[in-house]
Each structure stands twice: as C-alpha cells, then as structure tokens.
C-alpha cells in the first residue's frame, strides 16, 4: 500500500538521494576561500597522516547536529570518487576524512564539504600547535587492573570454599599464578595513585590517596609474605579489587567532560589566513606572516586578524564578540578598525598597523590579569577531610602495633593488616567519585558541562552571580523591533519597506521583516550615508530612515538603539531595537535574587537600565558600557570583599572575568561552538534552568558529606574489631568491597533521586 501511494504521487525519485547524496544543498563559496590551504606548510600542519596513495585529515564541522548530517558525511566518497573514506566522531563534531592527494586536493575537500553545508572551521590554533592526543593510560591502567582482579578471583575460589586434601598440590600453583597476576596491578595499575600520593607529599600534605596506596602496600606485602612463608592465600584479590574500583570511578568522572574544551585563548577565534594584497595581485599569507603596512584584503563574515586603518570600502564591523556592543559600528575611510570584530558587508581593505601579536585583543589575553590565578590554596573539603582521616589511619595503626608489641606478638600483624585493610578510605572516595561522576553525568545531559569535577563544589559555595547581557541574557541572534509614532498604513509601510531593503545595515534588514509587506513600491532613487541612514524616493514620496541627526537635522543622542523615518521631511516616527531576552529569564532572575547577590554587566548602552532595575531589583549592580577589563575589575572587586562570585557571559569580552570568578561559565547557542576558557559550558537554552543546576550541585556536597558519615560509622565500628584481634584480615578484606559497594548504591540512588524530583532527568 505504502508503495503504491509513494508511485501515484510521483515521489518515487526521493530515494535517487542514495545515488547522489547532498547534490539537493549544493551552495556556492567564494573563489579563493581555501585557496590557503595550497600552501605546503599550512597543508602539513593539518594532515595526520600521508603516503603515495592516501592521506589523512580531520576537519571540525560545528553544523553537524543529526544523524541525517553523519550519514552525508559519512558517504562523501559518493560525492568524489577519489575520497576513499570519512569517519564521523559525532560528539566532537569532527570528520575524519581519508582521500587521494593525486587526484584531489586538501582545498577541493574543504570546498567539497562546504558544497553541502558542512564548512570546515580552521582556526589559527590549529596552526600553531598540533591536537593533543587522547590520553588512554587511564584506560590501559583500568584494563590491566579489571583482567587480573577477576581472574584471581576465579583462582581464589576453591581457597574460599575449601579445597580437597588431595588437591594440596594445587594450592601452591593458585597461589603463585596470583601473585603473578597482582604484580601488573601494583606495578602499573596502580600508578595512578602513587602519582596523586607523591605530588600532594612534594606540596607538604597527604591527600586522600596516600592512604590508598599505603592499603594497597601493606596488603600486597602482608600477600607475599604469606605465599612465600606457605602460611595463606593472601588478599591479592582484596588488593586488585581496591585498584580496580578507584580506577572505574576516575574513568567515568574524566569520560563527562573529555569532549570539550575549556582552554582557548584569541587563537582560537582567528582565521588561519587571510588574503594580502600586493601591487600586482593577491596572495594567501598565514596569520604569522602578516607584517606592518600589509594591506590586508577582508571579506563579509570574515574575522579582522589585526588592528589596521580602513583603506577602501565601507566596513560595518560587528564588536559584540569583544566589547560586548550589540550593534554593529560604521567605520569609514581612515579610520581604525580593530581585530576581532567581523566585517558584515562587502569587501574591504584594511593597512595594517600593527601586527597579530601586538593587536588590541591580543594584549587584552596576554595581560597578567587575565591569567588563570584563582586561588590554589584552597583545596576540596574532601581533601580537606582526608589529610585528618590518614592520619587517624596511621595513629591507630601504630597504636595498634605498640600495643599488641607488648601484649601478645602474635596478634601484632593481623591486628594492624586488619586495621589497614578496613581502613582503607575507598569508601570515602569511591563515593566522592562516584557522585560526582553522576552529578557531571546529569549536568552534562541538561548541557551544563564542566571542567571538573572541583567545580562542582565550587558552584555550591557560590553567593554572589554576575551576568553579561548581550548574548547571555538576550539572545545574540535577535533583536524585538517595537514602533512608536504616527499610524502606518499598509500602502505606507510598503514604500518604507521597498527603501529598507536596499541597505545592508542590520537594523535595515530588520525593519524591512518587521514589516512583513509582500507588496514592492517603485522606487526611483535613493542615496545611503554610511553610518546615518538612507533616503529615497519610492512612489514619488521622499522617504528617509536613520539617525535622529540624519532624519531630523536634531544632534540630540538617546540611549537606545532606533531609526527614524519621516515622509517628505515629515517626522511620523521611530523604530526601536530592543534587546530579545531569552525565554524564562525574569522568572529566572526572580527566584536567583532570593537568595544571590546580582550584578549586570554590558558592553552596550544603557538603554534597557530600567527593565533590568525592574528585573533585578533596586539593589542589583547594573553597569553599562563596561570593557572587558572593566568587567574583570567588577569580579576582583567584589572578591575582595569576600564574595564567591559566579561570572556566567558568553563573548571573548567576557574572558577576562570569567576566568577571574570563582567560578566562569560560558553561555553558547551550541556546546560545541568556540567558547572563551571557562570552568563551564551551558547551552544558551537550558540558561533558565540555572538555579535547578546550582541546587544540584549544593545537594552534591551534602550526599558525600552524608557518605562520608555513613563510611565513617562503618570504620570505627570495623576497627573497633580489629584493634582487639577479634577480626582477621581475610574477614576484612571481604567487608572492605561490601562497604565500598553499599555506599556506591546509596549516593548513585540519592543523586538520582535529587536530580529527579527537580526534573532534571
């Protein structure tokens, strides 16, 4: 039935797809757009891998969103015959592509992919340093440790259960190929732990895995001695297992947040080339290679890489990636435009003045402010916590063997194996790690993520919460246009719509769609000053729109961003441009300010200063106009006083302060995207769900705390028995894994719990 309807509807051409796929979303590029990628030197930079017959390549594709997009990707090959394979790692957005450098170039690829919508982003950062690769010693470590914990298990079995006497002979094998087995998990497993120990130690503390690796010691010396002495098994397992199960936890705790990166500085964001212009033609030159007085030729939607001098053309330069500033800002033939902001228009032609190292926005990440120089001193409450358990660890243990030294020998060493084996903090941190695995693992499916897992802790003690407004309050994609003035009609609005859409100017466009007319006036002529607005003469009625100067002959400045329009020199009215606060925020702002400290801090004027007064509170710091060191300051300040301050903004102006606070979370429209360095990355649409998110991490502490009571309990009760003698170690090292377990269950049920009862799962 299914195909006989397909067939009457003529709709059986839809599967030729499989035959030519993305041929439908073709879209042309610029000429020369990849032409850089000729270049020999910026072409090794990027390829992994090359021989006679294929090379190897990875592109970041930041469009890729569904699975539609990996199975296109996935099948370039029927795009170009000489591409021999692509690979898609969908969570990185990236596209591993493999093809014939002898039939097809490194450039033809590039364009190739943005042919079907899939433009490949190539920063100056890929340049300069190559990708790290994945780290998979934890992997290795965890492998090695999970293999020989269950296989001594298995040859420990028929020592549990009792072996016949006519099997003795095979007592002794088990009993060696165990510790065969345990010398990888000591040896190279266990390394992990023996790293952490050694370097809080170098720094003047124990944290909590020195502890750790004490248990595993004494355990695997107490286990040898044993099977050398031909007086018992050991507890190899007992050892392998403690290894095993911290390994499993850090694992899953480092899988969260692998994918993202939360180190970026200005490199990130550049091109990596740009085309220059000599007296005789044009060239691609690398970023490094651009020197003073190069005339640099930029092209719409392109990133100025350097500060220069506007030659040719007439720039309208987007800043609100570096100031903050919404709207756009005109510059005309001489002036100075800055790198960082992003031409949106037609080409132009810019006289370098100073070199990529030396530009504005370079100095403003180079500066000693804007290093990561939070507080180190201040260490985990788990640590915290540790340095105290170890050595209560260690006092009993040695008040053990004193006493039983004097008392009854014989029982000295079980006493304190027992003491250190049911000591042993894997309780303690098992269900710190765990936790907080889960607690990323929730965040990280409501598109918080976060650096680490210390930042969770530190989200919890936060008071006080300073946001930026463009792009993070509002969205940076949209702005609301709102009419005030005389009544337009449907005929007039035509006519006003025909002349705004023969600007490029954003606020142009967006008055013509505010409009929506279908209908065109005829228009006869027009004239367009850059920077003040444009006038002309459609259905024989001279309209202008523009700045209040430019409209009205008036000098007068507002605080708000809008055009003018009169009819035959006749003012009828304005047209607006307010910001588009994103969905939910005033409730959002609402429930924040019951219990935080806000501030405000924009790049733009301060035309929207009474709704966010209204929004925020009278005793809300609302600040306009502010530069990116300002913000910085505004963060230091407020630390000063005490303060643990949350900094949450969205553009490269805001990295200063979000690297300063406390705590930096970075919004983005996709998790994806380039982000400024920050502790954190939340997806712009789940910024309503903010208080939900910080509340989750507060019931985080208070689960380990809780844990922690419940391990502590479970010690004092385990080692009160094993002081006395009364517990052997071989009845130690099976409550050992049982507590550790039992403990796992509640805090991965209570986290759960938590995060269900407020709907965040």
Same mark, same amino acid.
């Given at each position: 039935?299914?195909?006989e ?5 003529g709709l059986c051409?839809?599967?030729?797809i499989?035959?030519?796929p993305?041929?439908s979303?073709?879209?042309s +590029?610029r !000429?020369?757009?990849f032409? #850089?990628l000729?270049?020999?030197?910026i ?8 021989d006679e017959?294929q090379?190897?390549v ?7 969103h $569904?699975?539609? $997009?990996?199975w ?5 090959h029927?795009?170009?015959e ?8 969908f969570?990185r ?8 450098e002898n039939?097809?170039?490194?450039r033809?690829?590039?364009?190739l ?5 899939y433009?490949?982003?190539?920063s100056?950062?890929?340049?300069e340093q190559a990708?790290?690769k994945?780290?998979?010693? !934890? ?13 001594i298990?298995?040859?420990s079995?028929?020592?549990?259960l ?12 088990f009993?060696y190929?165990?510790l065969l ?6 040896l ?13 130690l170098k ?5 909590i895995?020195a ?9 695997f010396?107490?286990s040898? =001695?044993e099977v050398?002495?031909n007086?018992g098994?050991?507890?190899?397992d007992?050892?392998?297992g403690?290894?095993?199960?911290m ?7 480092d899988?969260t ?14 091109? +990596?080339a740009v085309?220059?212009k000599?007296r005789?033609?044009e060239?691609?030159?690398?970023l490094p290679d651009?020197k003073l007085?190069?005339t ?6 392109e990133?100025?890489p350097?500060d220069?001098i506007?030659t040719?053309g ?8 570096v100031?903050g500033e919404?709207?756009?800002?005109q510059k ?9 902001g !992003?031409?949106?228009?037609?080409n132009?032609e ?12 370079t100095k403003l990440?180079?500066?000693d %402010?804007?290093k990561d ?18 050595w ?5 243990a040695a008040v ?11 029982k000295m060493w079980?006493?304190?194996?027992a ?5 042993c903090p $894997?309780? /303690?941190?098992?269900s710190n790690t ?7 693992r929730i965040?990280?499916?409501n598109?918080l993520?976060?650096r680490n897992?210390q ?14 407004k ?7 994609? =949209?702005?609301?246009?709102?009419y005030?003035?005389l009544?337009i009609?449907e ?7 025909t ?10 466009k967006?008055i013509?769609?505010?409009?929506q007319?279908?209908g ?6 027009f004239?367009e000053?850059?920077?003040k607005?444009?006038?002309?003469i459609v ?12 409209v009205?002959g008036?000098d007068?400045r507002d ?5 003018y329009?009169?009819v ?5 009215g304005? #047209?607006?441009?307010k910001?588009h =606060?994103?969905n939910?925020?005033? %409730? ?12 405000? /801090?924009?790049?733009d004027?301060?035309g929207?200063?009474? =709704?966010?007064?209204?929004?925020l509170g009278t ?9 990116p060191e300002?913000?910085l300051?505004?963060?230091k300040?407020l ?6 301050v949350?900094m ?6 805001d ?13 983005t429209?996709n998790?994806?995207?380039f ?6 990355i939340?997806?712009?649409?789940q910024?309503?769900? /903010? ?5 989750? $991490?507060k ?7 809780a844990?922690?009571?419940i391990?502590?309990?479970y ?5 009160s ?6 517990l ?11 507590s ?5 269950? +509640?805090?991965f049920g209570?986290?759960n ?7 965040l799962k």
């Amino acid at each position: 039935m299914v195909c006989e309807i397909i067939n009457q509807n003529g709709l059986c051409d839809y599967y030729a797809i499989s035959k030519n796929p993305g041929s439908s979303q073709k879209i042309s +590029i610029r !000429k020369d757009k990849f032409s #850089f990628l000729d270049d020999d030197k910026i072409r090794r930079s990027l390829i992994s891998f090359t021989d006679e017959t294929q090379t190897h390549v990875t592109f970041y594709l930041p469009q890729m969103h $569904c699975s539609s $997009c990996l199975w296109l990707l996935e099948n370039l090959h029927r795009l170009n015959e000489h591409i021999i394979s692509s690979k898609v790692n969908f969570p990185r957005k990236e596209a591993s592509v493999i093809f014939d450098e002898n039939k097809v170039s490194l450039r033809q690829v590039a364009e190739l992919l943005t042919n079907v919508g899939y433009e490949p982003y190539i920063s100056f950062n890929d340049l300069e340093q190559a990708k790290p690769k994945l780290n998979k010693s !934890k992997i290795y470590k965890l492998g090695v440790a999970g293999f020989c914990f269950a296989n001594i298990m298995l040859l420990s079995f028929p020592e549990y259960l009792g072996i016949d006497v006519k099997e003795q002979n095979l007592v002794m094998l088990f009993r060696y190929l165990n510790l065969l087995l345990s010398l990888p998990v000591v040896l190279f497993a266990a390394s992990e732990f023996y790293n952490s120990a050694w370097k809080s130690l170098k720094h003047g503390f124990l944290n909590i895995d020195a502890p750790i690796v004490l248990a595993v010691w004494v355990t695997f010396g107490r286990s040898l =001695y044993e099977v050398l002495s031909n007086t018992g098994g050991g507890y190899f397992d007992s050892m392998s297992g403690i290894v095993f199960f911290m390994l499993v936890g850090r694992v899953l705790q480092d899988k969260t947040y692998e994918q993202l990166s939360f180190e970026r500085d200005y490199k990130s964001y550049f091109p +990596i080339a740009v085309t220059r212009k000599n007296r005789e033609d044009e060239n691609t030159v690398q970023l490094p290679d651009i020197k003073l007085n190069d005339t640099l030729l930029i092209h719409n939607q392109e990133i100025l890489p350097a500060d220069g001098i506007l030659t040719r053309g007439s720039a309208l330069i987007d800043y609100s990636f570096v100031t903050g500033e919404s709207v756009p800002v005109q510059k005309e033939m001489g002036e100075i435009v800055y790198a960082g902001g !992003k031409q949106i228009g037609s080409n132009i032609e810019i006289l370098v003045i100073k070199e990529v190292a030396q530009s504005y926005l370079t100095k403003l990440w180079n500066r000693d %402010e804007l290093k990561d120089n939070k507080k180190t001193s201040e260490k985990s409450f788990v640590h915290l916590m540790s340095r105290y358990f170890t050595w209560m660890v260690f006092s009993v243990a040695a008040v053990t063997a004193l006493f039983w030294a004097f008392t009854d020998p014989s029982k000295m060493w079980n006493s304190v194996t027992a003491v250190m084996i049911i000591a042993c903090p $894997c309780a /303690l941190l098992l269900s710190n790690t765990f936790t907080n695995g889960n607690i990323l693992r929730i965040l990280s499916s409501n598109k918080l993520y976060l650096r680490n897992a210390q930042a969770i802790e530190d989200i919890a003690n936060v008071d006080h919460i300073v946001f930026d407004k463009t792009g993070t309050l509002t969205s940076g994609q =949209y702005q609301d246009v709102e009419y005030t003035g005389l009544f337009i009609t449907e005929k007039l609005a035509g006519k006003i719509a025909t002349l705004a859409r023969q600007s490029t100017h954003p606020m142009s466009k967006a008055i013509a769609e505010y409009l929506q007319v279908k209908g065109n006036g005829k228009l006869t002529g027009f004239s367009e000053i850059p920077g003040k607005g444009i006038e002309g003469i459609v259905d024989g009625d001279l309209i202008s729109l523009g700045s209040k100067k430019f409209v009205f002959g008036s000098d007068d400045r507002d605080e708000i961003s809008a055009v003018y329009v009169s009819v035959e020199e006749k003012g009828i009215g304005r #047209f607006r441009f307010k910001n588009h =606060y994103r969905n939910n925020i005033p %409730e959002l702002v609402k429930n924040l300010r019951k219990k935080y400290e806000l501030s405000v /801090l924009s790049g733009d004027n301060a035309g929207e200063r009474n =709704y966010l007064k209204s929004l925020l509170g009278t005793n809300a710091n609302i600040l306009f106009q502010q530069k990116p060191e300002d913000k910085l300051d505004i963060v230091k300040q407020l630390q000063t006083k005490g303060k643990k301050v949350m900094m949450i903004g969205d553009g490269l102006n805001d990295a200063g302060a979000l690297k300063q606070a406390d705590v930096g979370i970075a919004v983005t429209e996709n998790s994806n995207n380039f982000t400024p360095a920050s502790d954190g990355i939340l997806e712009a649409s789940q910024l309503p769900h /903010l208080q939900k998110l910080i509340m989750l $991490c507060k019931i985080n502490k208070r689960i380990v705390l809780a844990s922690f009571v419940i391990s502590i309990i479970y010690n004092l009760i385990g080692i009160s028995f094993a002081v006395q003698g009364n517990l052997s170690p071989m009845i130690a090292a099976i409550l050992m894994p049982l507590s550790s377990l039992s403990i796992l269950l +509640i805090t991965f049920g209570a986290s759960n719990l938590a995060a269900t009862r407020m709907k965040l799962k």
